[in-house]
C-alpha cells in the first residue's frame, strides 16, 4: 500500500471492472416485479453533444450517481440511464463554423443530405468527449443503454409522439407571430427567450450588422423613443407617433386612437399617406391598445412586428406587412430600404424622415430587449408558419399532479413557479428551421397539375398530411386529393423539431416507447428527475406534459433540483465570461498555462481574455493541484444546500483532497493494528453479543450507528450536504481524531491478560473502518473500494461476501447498538483531555514528557465516566498519572488550571518541568516589542486632524488592531504573574 493517497493511481482501474463486470446493468427480469419503493431508476439529464461537461454537470453526476449508489447498495432494483442530446442549433452552429474554418463553405453549398453528413462525422469525432468525463466522475450508468436523441430508437418514438399529438388535434399548423432569430434563421420558442432591461438611451454592437458607421466603435443605438408625423391625407395636418423601433413603419397599416379622444375625433375614418410608399393607412379606433393620456394619443400599428400590434389587426382586420427577410433585411416591401440590415435601416429612416420634415424627435426611454437565449441575437416579432402543440390540457394535468401529491418537486419552494408558468402556458411552437434535427414528419401534397399550389399560401394549409412514414403519407394524401400515386406529389416539410420535443420524450422514448419492450414494463416509469433548476421548463414540464399525454402514466414521481453553481463571485459560469472549470482539470490537475491557453484558444473579446487571466492567476498561481473524482465529488456535494445558488470556490474543493489523503493514512496505519485480525461473516452481531467491548469500543460503535442513521435519513431527503458533513465528522471526528488514538495502547499490548480487549478493539476497529468505507462509497467510490478490498478477511467472508463494495448492504442503523451512556461517557472524558492538552499546550510541555494531572469534579456521574476512562485521558493527554478528586494535601503547589466548567476543574503538576526563568525571559521580550507598537498606535490616534483625515474604515481597523495589543499585553503581564507565583511556590528566585 502506497505511503500516501495518490488519485490517478487509486482511479486508475476500478472504473474499467466495474463496467466490465456489469455491475452498472439493469436487469429487467428483476426490476419488473418489484415493488416502486425497490426500484430506482434515473435517466440522466441528455447533456449537449456539442461540448463538455462543466461544473454544473460535474454535481448534477455527483448528486445522481450518489443516488444511485445509495439505492443499489440497499438491495434495490437500480439503473441509471446515459444519454446526449443532439442539440439542434448548438450542434449545427459548430459545424457550420468549422466548416467555413476549414473549407471556406456554407451548408448550402454542400446542400441537405451532405450537410447532415457532416454533422454525423462530427459527433462520432468529437461526440464522446463527455462520455470520458462521466467515467472519469466515477458515474454508475447502465452504458448498454446509452442512448443519443437522433439514435433510430429514439427517432422512432418523436415521429409516433408527433403522430399521435396531431391525431388528437393537439398539433396544428398555422401563420402567427413568434419569436424569430435573425441570426439563426429560425423561430425560436418563448422559454429559449431572455430579456435585457434598458434604462434609456444604450449602444450594442449587433453581430449580424457590419457596424454603424455614425459610431467609433461600429454600435448601434437602443432605449430611444423616435417621434415623427404621419400627413393626413387631402389635408396639411399630421399625426405624431412614437416607437422605440423606427424600421417597423416600413410595415405600418394603421395608426390608432382612443374613439373618445376629442383630438382626433375629426379623423376617424380617415387616412394618413406613408411617406416612402404612398401607401394610404387607415386611422382606425381602439380603446384596448391606445391609452389617450400617454404620448400623444396616437399610436402606429405594426401587425405583423409586434404582439399588441398583432392582436390590433386581428380586431380590425387589417393588412399584415412582413417587412424584413429570414436573415434581418428590409424585403421588397420595405422599399426603398430593400437591402439593408434591420438597424441600418432604423438610421436609415431616420434620415429620411428628417430630410422629408416629417422627423420630430428622439429621447431616452426605459425599454426590455428580447435576447435569443441561442444565438444572443436580438429577436424579432415575425409572422411566419409554423408547427404549434396545444398544451393547455397537458399542462393542466401536469399542474393537478403536483396539486395532489402524486408528483413532488423538491425542494417544495418552486412549486410556485411550477403552477405559475403551466397555469398560463402558451401554445408551443415545435418547428424550427434547421437541418440538423428530427425533420418533421409531414408532407404537402399537391396534384401534379397543379401549378398555383404553393405551401406558403395558408389558403393550401389542408394540404399537410402527417405520417409516420413517406409510404404512409402518400395514402393519406390519395384519400384526401382522390387521385392515384402517379398523379401526386408530395414534398416533405424542411423543417426540424425543437430539441426539447425529442428531450421531453427521453424518459421514456430510452426503454423503447411506443413498442411494448421489456425495458418499458420493468423500467417505467422512472422514480426521480434530478438536474438543475434552471431547466425546470425547458424540460421538465416538457417530460411531465409528454409523459401523460402519450403513456397515460407521470415520467418519475419526484423531482429534485439542485441549485445553480456559480464561482466564487456569485457569477454564472460561462464560457462568455470565462469562468468555466472542466471537471477533469481538477481531476487531473493543470497548470495555470493551460488555463490561459483554453482562453486564448476560446472566442472572448481580448479586454475579457486579460480580465479572465488576471482572475485566473489569482485563483491558482501554481495551477489547479490533482485532485481526483473522489474530492471532487465530495467537494461539490458539501455545497448542495437546498434552493440556494451555489458559490463554488474551487480552492474549498480542492481542500477536499486532504481528506481523502486522511482517509487513506487513517486506514493504512489502522491495518497495522488488525493485520492479525480475523473477522467473521457477522463481525458487528458477534462484537456486540461477546460481551467484552471496553467503554470506548462501545461509544465507536454508538456514534458508528448515529453517523449511519443520519446519512441514510439525509440521503433519503435529499440533503446531500448534510449527509457529506455526517460522515465526515464521523470519520474525522469520532474514528480518526478519537477512537485510532485510544485503540493503540490496547492493540500494541499483545499480552495474554490483554488479548480479551484487544480482539475487541481489532473487531471495533475493523467494523468501524469496513462500515465507514460503505457510507461513504456512494459519495467517494474510487477510494472506498481501493481501500476497502484491502481490509483483512476479503474473501474468506462466505458465499454472500460481495466482490465489491458497491454491492455491499448499505450500513443500516440498529438502534439496540446506539449507547446514550457510553457517549456521554466520553463526552464528559473528552472534555477532561481538551483542558488536559490546554494545560500542556500553554505551558509548552514537549510530547514525550508525561505529565501528572488531577481532576476535581462535583457530580457523582462525571466521577464514574471518568473512572471509565482512565486510560483514554492517559493516553490523549499524555499523563503519567489522572488522580481523581485527590485531597488538597495531595495537589502540589506548582500546578497549572484550567476551569472547564462549574462542575469541573483539571490541575497538572508542573514541579520541574518548567523553567520558569526562561519563560519570564521570553515573555519579557514579547513585552518590549508589543509596548513601543501600542504606544506609537495611541500617539497616531490622538493626533491632530486624525478624526478628519482618517477614513472611517481605517480609523475602525485602528480601534480593532489597538484592543488586540491592549489585550496582548494585558495577557503578557497575567503569564509573567502567574509564573513568577509558580516560581515562588516552588521555592526558586526570579
Known amino acids: 500500500m502506497q505511503d500516501a493517497y495518490h488519485p490517478k493511481a487509486v482511479e486508475a482501474a476500478w472504473q474499467e471492472w466495474w463496467e466490465a463486470a456489469g455491475f452498472y446493468k439493469g436487469q429487467p427480469s428483476q426490476a419488473v416485479e418489484r415493488p416502486v419503493d425497490e426500484k430506482f431508476i434515473m435517466v440522466i439529464p441528455p447533456p449537449n453533444v456539442t461540448g463538455s461537461l462543466h461544473l454544473g454537470h460535474a454535481l448534477t453526476a455527483a448528486v445522481e450517481d450518489t443516488l444511485t449508489r445509495w439505492h443499489r447498495m440497499k438491495g434495490h432494483a437500480t439503473l441509471y440511464v446515459p444519454g446526449t442530446d443532439h442539440a439542434g442549433i448548438a450542434t449545427q452552429s459548430v459545424v457550420e463554423k468549422m466548416l467555413m474554418k476549414n473549407e471556406g463553405k456554407t451548408r448550402h453549398d454542400l446542400g441537405r443530405d451532405a450537410f447532415v453528413e457532416k454533422v454525423w462525422e462530427w459527433k462520432n469525432e468529437y461526440g464522446n468527449r463527455i462520455t470520458t468525463q462521466l467515467r472519469c466522475l466515477g458515474s454508475s450508468v447502465d452504458w448498454s443503454r446509452e442512448r443519443f436523441t437522433m439514435d433510430d430508437m429514439l427517432s422512432k418514438a418523436v415521429v409516433e409522439a408527433f403522430n399521435r399529438f396531431h391525431e388528437k388535434g393537439l398539433l396544428y399548423r398555422a401563420n402567427r407571430l413568434g419569436n424569430w432569430s435573425c441570426a439563426l434563421k429560425s423561430a425560436i420558442s418563448d422559454i429559449e427567450v431572455d430579456y435585457i432591461e434598458l434604462e434609456g438611451r444604450t449602444y450594442r454592437e449587433v453581430k449580424t450588422h457590419k457596424g454603424n458607421a455614425k459610431d467609433p466603435k461600429g454600435r448601434y443605438e437602443f432605449g430611444t423613443l423616435t417621434s415623427f408625423g404621419y400627413p393626413v391625407e387631402d389635408s396639411d395636418e399630421k399625426i405624431v407617433v412614437a416607437t422605440t423601433r423606427l424600421e417597423t413603419m416600413l410595415g405600418d397599416t394603421a395608426v390608432a386612437v382612443h374613439p373618445e379622444d376629442p383630438r382626433y375625433k375629426h379623423l376617424h375614418g380617415k387616412h394618413v399617406v406613408h411617406p416612402f410608399n404612398n401607401r394610404r393607412i387607415p386611422i382606425i379606433t381602439d380603446a384596448t391598445l391606445v391609452d389617450m393620456s400617454f404620448g400623444t394619443g396616437a399610436v402606429k400599428i405594426t401587425p405583423a412586428h409586434d404582439p399588441n400590434d398583432y392582436e390590433c389587426g386581428k380586431r380590425h382586420n387589417l393588412d399584415f406587412i412582413t417587412i424584413l427577410t429570414p436573415n434581418g433585411a428590409i424585403n421588397h416591401k420595405g422599399a426603398p430600404f430593400e437591402g439593408m440590415m434591420r438597424y441600418d435601416a432604423r438610421i436609415a429612416v431616420e434620415d429620411a424622415l428628417k430630410e422629408k420634415g416629417l422627423y420630430v424627435g428622439k429621447e431616452p426611454n426605459k425599454m426590455r430587449l428580447a435576447i435569443c437565449s441561442r444565438s444572443g441575437d436580438i429577436l424579432e416579432p415575425m409572422i411566419t408558419p409554423q408547427w404549434y402543440v396545444k398544451c393547455d390540457g397537458m399542462a393542466k394535468r401536469s399542474t393537478d399532479a403536483v396539486r395532489n401529491g402524486e408528483l413532488k418537486i423538491i425542494p417544495d419552494d418552486h412549486e410556485k413557479t411550477w403552477f405559475q408558468w403551466l397555469d398560463n402556458i402558451r401554445d408551443w411552437c415545435v418547428s424550427r428551421q434547421l437541418w440538423w434535427g428530427h425533420q418533421i414528419p409531414a408532407w404537402f401534397a399537391t396534384k401534379k397539375d397543379e401549378i398555383s399550389v404553393v405551401k406558403e399560401d395558408m389558403n393550401y394549409n389542408d394540404r399537410w398530411v402527417v405520417a409516420r412514414n413517406e409510404e404512409e403519407a402518400y395514402g393519406k394524401a390519395m384519400d384526401l386529393l382522390g387521385c392515384t400515386k402517379e398523379e401526386l406529389k408530395l414534398e416533405r416539410d424542411s423543417d426540424v423539431l425543437d430539441t426539447w420535443f425529442s428531450s421531453g420524450l427521453f424518459p421514456f422514448s430510452v426503454f423503447g416507447w411506443p413498442d411494448a419492450t421489456e425495458d418499458l414494463k420493468a423500467f417505467y416509469p422512472t422514480s426521480l428527475l434530478e438536474t438543475g433548476l434552471d431547466i425546470l421548463f425547458f424540460w421538465v414540464a416538457r417530460m411531465v406534459m409528454m409523459g ?130 480475523q473477522p467473521s461473516s457477522n463481525q458487528l452481531e458477534d462484537l456486540v453479543s461477546g460481551g467484552n467491548l471496553a467503554p470506548r469500543d462501545k461509544f465507536m460503535i454508538s456514534r458508528l450507528m448515529v453517523g449511519v442513521e443520519k446519512v441514510n435519513e439525509f440521503f433519503s431527503t435529499y440533503k446531500f450536504g448534510d449527509a457529506q458533513h455526517a460522515a465526515y465528522s464521523l470519520w474525522i471526528n469520532d474514528l480518526c481524531d478519537v477512537y485510532l488514538e485510544l485503540v493503540k495502547p490496547v492493540v500494541y499490548d499483545k499480552s495474554e491478560e490483554n488479548q480479551e480487549k484487544r480482539r475487541a478493539a481489532q473487531g471495533t476497529l475493523w467494523t468501524a473502518l469496513e462500515t465507514g468505507l460503505r457510507l461513504l462509497h456512494p459519495m467517494m467510490p474510487f477510494v472506498t473500494e481501493e481501500l476497502w478490498q484491502r481490509l483483512p478477511g476479503r474473501g474468506t467472508l462466505g458465499d454472500a461476501e460481495p466482490e465489491t463494495i458497491m454491492l455491499a448492504p448499505y450500513p443500516e442503523c440498529n438502534p439496540s447498538y446506539k449507547s446514550q451512556e457510553a457517549e456521554a461517557s466520553m463526552s464528559v472524558a473528552m472534555k477532561v483531555i481538551k483542558a488536559c492538552r490546554s494545560l500542556r499546550s500553554s505551558y509548552t510541555i514537549a510530547n514525550k514528557v508525561l505529565t501528572h494531572f488531577f481532576v476535581k469534579l462535583g457530580s457523582k456521574s462525571d466521577v464514574s465516566a471518568i473512572n471509565e476512562h482512565v486510560d483514554d485521558i492517559k493516553t490523549l493527554a499524555k499523563a503519567s498519572n489522572v488522580d481523581i478528586n485527590p485531597s488538597d494535601s495531595n495537589v502540589p503547589q506548582s500546578v497549572g488550571i484550567v476551569v472547564v466548567d462549574d462542575q469541573t476543574t483539571v490541575l497538572m503538576d508542573l514541579t520541574g518541568l518548567v523553567d520558569f526563568a526562561a519563560e519570564i525571559k521570553k515573555l519579557e521580550k514579547s513585552l518590549k516589542q508589543t509596548i513601543p507598537a501600542l504606544t506609537n498606535l495611541e500617539k497616531k490616534m490622538k493626533a491632530d486632524g486624525y478624526e478628519q483625515k482618517v477614513s472611517e474604515e481605517l480609523k475602525a481597523a485602528n480601534i480593532e488592531k489597538l484592543a488586540g495589543l491592549k489585550k496582548k499585553v494585558a495577557d503578557i503581564e497575567a503569564a509573567i504573574g502567574n509564573f513568577r507565583k509558580l516560581a515562588e511556590a516552588e521555592g526558586k528566585k526570579i
Open 548 to 677: 401523460l399525454e402519450l403513456t397515460d402514466q407521470l415520467p418519475f414521481h419526484s423531482v429534485y433540483l439542485h441549485a445553480m453553481v456559480r464561482d466564487k463571485d456569485g457569477r454564472k459560469m460561462s464560457k462568455s465570461l470565462g469562468n468555466v472549470i472542466d471537471p477533469l482539470e481538477i481531476i487531473n490537475g493543470c497548470t495555470l498555462e493551460s488555463l490561459h491557453k483554453k482562453l486564448d484558444g476560446g472566442n472572448l473579446p481580448a479586454k475579457e481574455v486579460a480580465k479572465a487571466k488576471k482572475d485566473q492567476q489569482a485563483d491558482f498561481p501554481d495551477g489547479i493541484p490533482e485532485c481526483g473524482s473522489d474530492a471532487l465529488r465530495f467537494g461539490l456535494l458539501a455545497y448542495t444546500v437546498q434552493g440556494r445558488d451555489i458559490n463554488l470556490d474551487i480552492k474549498r474543493v480542492v481542500g477536499y483532497r486532504q481528506f481523502c489523503n486522511k482517509l487513506w493514512n487513517a486506514t493504512r496505519f489502522a491495518l497495522q493494528f488488525v493485520s492479525d485480525f
